[in-house]
């Protein structure tokens, strides 16, 4: 398996190369990096890991935080195609952002990944419902209906790059959000509608915006973020993703790691394989007989276990991918 050493080095590499053009993406790039590594490190308990994670990070998100207010959204009711996509791109970006920024500082600094998991939640409610309302519409229950089909209709005017971001930012509330569902209702998500968790409006929509995406990326900040969205999806042990985003997923990733010389989309798909074998050695202890239940799915009951020819091909894949970053 690949030495932690090299995923945090080429993780920080990329970073280092993108902080000029994105200070966002390569800010995303570290937060990862952290999060990743710590239970195969134990880099939680190395001072100056955490410190350099700190010092490379937190002022881009305060900034990013600080400046949330400033995004020009007060106009996206009225705009043309290029607008809202620049708008809702932006948004989508911060959204995922403070979602992993969140995780990365909860036990760092907590009051800090609270307010910025807020601000997240504050910008995924204005996406999906409150910039279809008036403000006399605020406690109408079937204008709330008529938000969440008409954005889902301006998706045909989204471009490859900002689906792309979208979808990033509706995996990251996925996986972050589920904490925050279960302990309280947050005030500013008060709006949506009680009969449909948030989650289930957040697996709604990024089913919907995955039919949509070819996964052939127009640019590189969409190819880091359908990286990212591979990155949360499948290495995901807590099976919170449908198949079908999963599969389109394995096909990107896997195609990005065999054919380009990019090492990050290498060691994502590494990771994602011995994920994939990890999963059915679990399935082998007996999950598979276990039924669990989330919002009304049975998941795990049903899975196959992978037949020995089946773990074979992963690892010789793993072996070729690891080749081509030595």
Same mark, same amino acid.
């Given at each position: 398996m690949i030495k932690e050493e090299k995923i945090e080095e080429i993780f920080n590499n990329h970073a280092d190369l993108l902080e000029a053009e994105s200070t966002e993406i390569s800010t995303a790039i570290r937060l990862y990096a952290y999060e990743l590594l710590p239970e195969k490190t134990n880099q939680i308990?190395?001072?100056? @890991? #955490?410190?350099?994670?700190?010092?490379?990070?937190?002022? &881009?998100?305060?900034?990013?935080?600080?400046? =949330?207010?400033? !995004? %020009?959204?007060?106009?996206?009711?009225?705009?043309?195609?290029?607008?809202?996509? @620049? #708008?809702?791109?932006?948004?989508?970006?911060?959204?995922? &952002?403070?979602?992993?920024?969140?995780?990365? =500082?909860?036990? !760092? %600094?907590?009051?800090?990944?609270?307010?910025?998991?807020?601000?997240?939640l504050d910008a995924v409610h204005f996406l999906i419902l409150r910039q279809f309302k008036e403000a006399d519409d605020e406690n109408n229950e079937a204008s709330e209906r008529v938000s969440v089909l008409h954005m889902s209709s301006r998706d045909d005017e989204l471009d490859s790059a900002t689906t792309a971001a979208l979808m990033w930012a509706f995996s990251e509330l996925l996986k972050t959000d589920?904490?925050?569902?279960?302990?309280?209702?947050?005030?500013?998500?008060?709006?949506?509608?009680?009969?449909?968790?948030?989650?289930?409006?957040?697996?709604?929509?990024?089913?919907?915006?995955v039919k949509k995406h070819s996964f052939n990326v127009t640019c590189k900040d969409e190819e880091f973020i359908c990286l990212f969205l591979s990155l949360v999806v499948l290495l995901d042990t807590e099976e919170t993703f449908a198949d079908e985003v999963k599969r389109p997923l394995y096909d990107f990733l896997y195609k990005d790691a065999d054919e380009t010389d990019n090492s990050l989309s290498a060691v994502i798909a590494i990771l994602s394989l011995q994920n994939e074998l990890d999963n059915d050695e679990q399935l082998s202890k007996g999950a598979s007989q276990l039924i669990k239940v989330v919002e009304y799915n049975v998941i795990g009951a049903n899975r196959n276990k992978m037949t020995e020819e089946d773990k074979t091909e992963i690892k010789e894949h793993i072996k070729v991918l690891e080749a081509k970053l030595k």
């Open positions: 308990e190395n001072i100056d @890991k #955490i410190k350099d994670m700190v010092e490379s990070t937190s002022h &881009v998100l305060e900034k990013m935080y600080n400046g =949330y207010e400033n !995004l %020009d959204i007060g106009s996206i009711r009225e705009a043309d195609r290029d607008t809202y996509n @620049k #708008i809702v791109f932006d948004l989508s970006v911060f959204i995922a &952002v403070m979602c992993i920024g969140s995780r990365v =500082y909860d036990d !760092l %600094d907590p009051v800090f990944s609270r307010d910025i998991l807020h601000a997240a589920k904490d925050v569902r279960n302990a309280y209702d947050h005030s500013l998500m008060a709006g949506m509608p009680q009969k449909m968790s948030r989650q289930k409006r957040y697996k709604m929509r990024l089913s919907e915006l």
